[in-house]
């Protein structure tokens, strides 16, 4: 399961007299990715890597999803309910910053490959939910999301993530296998998706000490009483 304390924040003597732009913030977000995403490799592999580098696409998109006409682009009526109760479910307060609407927008400039990786991943978590108490993921109670959460994020992981920057990074015959993903596997898929999201929401970096010039040397614990899946 993932907790707040597993994304560091990188600082110095003097962070809490800098001036941060939100690219820099997304920097300090990017630094801790490997750690919710267990290693570096299977960061730089996942989709919300690149977005945090380039920052494009994620600055400002609070403001572009927040018509109050919005439908999704990308998501269809059932994946975009599934995905606000997963987000919701993982980093309470998902919903308020959106990150449902703003991982549509960002699927918008997505891969035909990841759009689909994201669609299997909701699906599989759907199907498992249905298995398990004959209801989709979108009607379950806080005590059985955590129930199906547990056991995605404790379920045994497939093939080692590809970074493609790092063509060394796994053997050629990793690189082949045809093995399908596992339930962990489309989990850690939609961990990376959601908790990214959350964090370069201006909810999610304010949770982590920005306030618009200034980040501090000591963020504030999660006020979540609940805490993070």
């Not at 732009?21 to 690149?50: D, K, N, S, W």
């Amino acid at each position: 399961m993932w907790e707040q304390s597993e994304l560091p924040i990188l600082s110095n003597a003097r962070a809490s007299e800098q001036r941060l732009t939100r690219r820099e913030m997304f920097q300090r977000i990017l630094a801790g990715l490997g750690t919710v995403l267990a290693g570096p490799v299977a960061a730089r592999a996942h989709p919300m890597y690149r977005h945090l580098v380039e920052a494009t696409n994620l600055e400002g998109a609070g403001e572009r999803v927040a018509d109050s006409d919005w439908s999704p682009q990308v998501l269809d009526a059932r994946q975009n309910e599934t995905l606000i109760a997963l987000a919701e479910g993982i980093v309470p307060g998902s919903s308020k910053a959106q990150v449902n609407r703003i991982i549509d927008l960002l699927l918008t400039v997505e891969t035909a490959e990841n759009r689909q990786k994201l669609a299997a991943a909701l699906a599989a978590l759907d199907t498992d939910s249905n298995k398990r108490f004959s209801q989709p993921i979108a009607r379950l109670t806080q005590p059985q999301m955590s129930v199906l959460l547990e056991a995605c994020s404790t379920a045994k992981p497939g093939q080692p993530a590809h970074d493609e920057n790092s063509p060394g990074s796994v053997t050629e015959a990793q690189k082949t296998s045809s093995a399908s993903p596992t339930l962990r596997d489309h989990f850690e898929n939609l961990k990376g998706w959601i908790v990214a999201t959350y964090y370069s929401s201006e909810e999610g970096m304010r949770e982590l000490g920005w306030t618009d010039e200034f980040y501090f040397e000591s963020p504030s614990e999660c006020s979540h009483p609940e805490g993070h899946n």
